[in-house]
């Protein structure tokens, strides 16, 4: 991870999947919409899965970028996360391109 | 059509009811249920334990009446608003010519964090007016302060008493100046202690680290996390759109933890902002929102040091627990 920098994503080991660990919020927007951009383009109609084991903090705005990452595509965004309160956000955003599964 | 004293109102007939005796609310509640069934209009009552099983006991059995259980239901401002416009839109939706509903927030929520209920009671004026319903809010005299009673009256076009009467109450202000006013709240005893953190100028992810180190083992992890989303959404908020020096105070009570986000600024100018969800979060308007539905009391209020959302995860009701006031 760079300096300053408080997240890290790249490809998974799955298809159509990527990995995100750290902390995002509205330091890094930007950023993760960029590196959103560059996990090329995913299945037409599938799921995503974001491997967010090593999440520790994600805030509304940025689960919005990648609920917007999935509509776009359309896709369905699938985070698996340890990080429960991320659940209880998009539960409000009310998105059904969006979808986060807490993980013991 | 609707029917009863809202027959030919437009949105929202929105009236208290302040009873002082079981025979008072039955004499208000009974004919307004009945009517609302004989109408076949859907009919609910959301008035916790107590007096929903007096009212249920005094219905003619097998009357068509949906009880809702009032303690989830009033769980938060914010999500009783969010459940609520869920139910109507549904009930709408499936034709309904009006809606009747009696409700009563629990009795705990009357003492030091009646501020948000009050704020709720002014915003549903606005956030149930899509909708054509006949709402009745039940308050107990015999239970209820003066302060309470006083907002009861400013936040609720009219009263409804027995005989059928409904009066306007001449204290009613609309949502927009009473929202406006900001009102402080009481401040929780354990700000009279040296906070655990006080920082200048942080960014969210500081903010968040400080809740993270006082929250852990100290409350649920579930209630740490949902602190550490809100005051993350607060400081956000504060640096979008407040004027600095930014401040965060935290302090720890022995049932909770209490941070308050300060900026020199004069806060939001939407006067419902956080009790009712602003766009889809695209361009903001969703965190004060989101972090209304994360706390178990939330304050919104200007001194001279400018504009503070004081924030509580854990037991806010420290009215309730004197023996729990002190720092940790």
């Not at chain 2, 009811?17 to 209009?41: I, K, Y």
């Not at chain 2, 938060?76 to 809606?99: K, T």
């Not at chain 2, 929202?179 to 500081?206: H, I, K, M, N, S």
């Not at chain 2, 209304?292 to 959302?309: E, K, M, W």
Request: charged share 20%; aromatic share 6%; proline share 9%.
């Amino acid at each position: 991870m760079r300096p300053g920098v408080t997240f890290q994503l790249h490809p998974g080991p799955a298809p159509a999947g990527i990995v995100l660990d750290g902390e995002l919020d509205m330091a890094t927007e930007d950023l993760f919409a960029a590196a959103l951009r560059r996990t090329g383009p995913p299945p037409a109609g599938g799921e995503v899965l974001v491997d967010a084991g090593g999440l520790r903090f994600i805030d509304h705005r940025s689960l919005t970028i990648l609920r917007r990452f999935a509509e776009e595509r359309g896709v369905t965004a699938v985070v698996r996360t340890r990080f429960g309160a991320a659940a209880r956000i998009a539960a409000l955003l009310d998105a059904p391109s969006l979808r986060v599964e807490v993980t013991p | 059509m609707r029917t009863g004293a809202a027959a030919g109102h437009h949105g929202y007939y929105h009236e208290a009811v302040c009873f002082g005796s079981d025979e008072d609310l039955l004499a208000v509640a009974l004919p307004f249920l009945t009517g609302g069934v004989d109408a076949g209009e859907p009919t609910v009552v959301a008035l916790g334990s107590r007096h929903t099983e007096l009212v249920r006991a005094a219905l003619p059995p097998g009357l068509p009446v949906t009880y809702l259980t009032g303690a989830s239901v009033y769980a938060r401002p914010a999500g009783a608003i969010r459940a609520y416009r869920e139910l109507l839109a549904g009930y709408h939706a499936g034709g309904a010519a009006q809606i009747r509903i009696i409700g009563a927030v629990p009795p705990e929520v009357l003492g030091v964090t009646w501020d948000w209920w009050a704020r709720y009671e002014s915003a549903v004026n606005h956030a149930y007016d899509e909708f054509p319903l006949w709402g009745m809010c039940a308050y107990d005299t015999r239970t209820t302060s003066a302060a309470v009673l006083a907002d009861v009256r400013r936040t609720h076009p009219r009263t409804a008493l027995p005989g059928g009467r409904h009066v306007p109450n001449r204290d009613y202000t609309d949502p927009i100046p009473y929202l406006g006013e900001r009102r402080q709240p009481v401040p929780d005893p354990v700000q009279r202690t040296t906070p655990r953190a006080d920082l200048l100028a942080p960014t969210a992810a500081e903010a968040r680290r400080a809740v993270r180190d006082a929250g852990r083992g100290h409350l649920p992890y579930q209630e740490v996390e949902d602190l550490i989303v809100a005051v993350s959404e607060a400081v956000a908020n504060a640096h979008r759109h407040g004027r600095g020096p930014i401040r965060v105070r935290l302090w720890c009570g022995a049932d909770r933890i209490v941070v308050a986000v300060t900026d020199s600024g004069t806060g939001p100018k939407d006067p419902f902002a956080g009790l009712l969800p602003a766009g889809d979060g695209s361009h903001g308007g969703l965190g004060l929102w989101i972090a209304h539905q994360s706390c178990n009391h939330v304050a919104l209020y200007r001194d001279p040091a400018g504009f503070t959302i004081r924030l509580t995860a854990g037991n806010p009701h420290h009215d309730l627990r004197p023996e729990s006031a002190g720092p940790q």
